[in-house]
């Protein structure tokens, strides 16, 4: 079986690439770099001559050879790879008729249990309370609270401040725990949102409320400031999403700097190099929360190695699988039941997108040139 051609599809803020072959099985796979779409589309088209003639079973040969053949590396790069990756684990999945997490050692579980990753920034008491018992009574066992501080400055920028910023957050946790009960598990997005000394005081005022985690609580990019976060708190750290390269999850836990870790399997190679870093999770006795805010193809993805991996701690489940806003841009969609996506058992990956998902989602890309800005002008960071 040899690779003929490479195919992309835009939908929605997502980029699919479809995987040919002359056999006539189709593989799919979904790049992670949300905001430089155009760029990892030329980046997979840059590839793509090389992977024309090319056995597609040599999923790790032909992984190393595209981070290894230019020495420029990076996001774009990366989520190019790992499109590409998926695609051919979903062929070989479909050409030996399995699902791919039989190829990686096999079920470790009979389902996965999920969060509701709520992307809103709701503050009212009321709302609140009412939308979290909802998803409670939907099943779910845990969800995401957002605690990284006001959609806009207000007030002079008062609610900005130290004092009265890590008290509304407080808050906030108090009332979604008083909604739900003690039965319930919350990960407090930070995204990143908070200084080194902020994150401290808010992670040990927030202790009495027992969040299971504290996701990204500063911005990822020293480790060493991490790992001070994680060792003055109680609180289970989770960070990784934004990391790239394998070698930066091997840092950040011989620093023991997070207790949970979250490889993006759309960004930081692939199903290959996500199952390498879940290995290298277990041996450090870290748990493993699979980044996944995108499309039906990375849930998917994400679903084969949470699967076959005895480490996991929980799934992320984007907010568009709570309502079906995006079931119609797969044939099948995926299944969740009482808080835990189901298993799919058909070969390769277990989705097949929609023959006209590019219409039914115009393309729209998300993102923008201009930052979030504080109360006094200055830069925040995303």
Not at 16 to 36: K, M, P, R, S
Not at 107 to 122: F, G, L
Not at 223 to 247: H, S, Y
Request: proline fraction near 5%.
């Amino acid at each position: 079986m040899k690779i003929t051609d490479v195919q992309l599809i835009y939908a929605k803020h997502y980029l699919f690439v479809h995987v040919h072959t002359d056999a006539g099985i189709v593989g799919l796979g979904e790049a992670g770099n949300w905001g430089y779409l155009d760029a990892t589309a030329a980046c997979i088209r840059k590839f793509t001559p090389y992977l024309i003639g090319k056995d597609p079973f040599r999923i790790e040969d032909l992984n190393q050879n595209f981070y290894r053949s230019v020495y420029f590396r990076g996001s774009v790069i990366m989520s190019a790879i790992s499109a590409i990756d998926i695609a051919l684990w979903d062929i070989k999945g479909k050409a030996l008729g399995v699902p791919v997490y039989e190829l990686l050692g096999g079920r470790t579980r009979d389902k996965i249990r999920v969060y509701a990753s709520v992307m809103t920034k709701e503050t009212d008491p009321d709302t609140l309370t009412r939308s979290y018992r909802e998803l409670k009574e939907k099943g779910f066992t845990a969800a995401k609270i957002f605690v990284n501080g006001p959609v806009k400055s207000t007030n002079d920028g008062r609610d900005e401040f130290f004092s009265g910023r890590i008290h509304d957050e407080v808050e906030k946790v108090r009332i979604c725990r008083e909604a739900v009960g003690d039965d319930f598990d919350f990960v407090l997005e930070v995204h990143r949102g908070m200084t080194v000394p902020e994150a401290i005081s808010f992670a040990r005022e927030v202790e009495p409320y027992r969040p299971m985690v504290l996701e990204d609580p500063i911005t990822p990019d020293n480790i060493d400031a991490m790992a001070e976060v994680a060792q003055k708190t109680r609180i289970p750290i989770a960070t990784g999403e934004r990391f790239t390269n394998l070698k930066e999850f091997e840092m950040l836990m011989q620093r023991r700097a997070a207790q949970y870790i979250r490889p993006d399997v759309c960004a930081i190679g692939g199903i290959t190099t996500t199952k390498k870093i879940c290995a290298i999770a277990e041996a450090n006795d870290v748990l493993v929360i699979p980044h996944n805010p995108l499309g039906p193809v990375s849930t998917a993805a994400c679903l084969q190695i949470c699967a076959c991996i005895p480490n996991l701690g929980i799934q992320e489940l984007p907010g568009f699988c709570l309502n079906g806003a995006e079931d119609a841009m797969v044939k099948t969609p995926l299944a969740y039941k009482d808080g835990c996506m189901i298993i799919p058992d058909a070969p390769g990956i277990g989705v097949e997108l929609a023959d006209n998902a590019a219409e039914l989602y115009p393309a729209n890309e998300r993102g923008s040139n201009a930052a979030k800005r504080a109360f006094d002008g200055s830069v925040k960071d995303w």
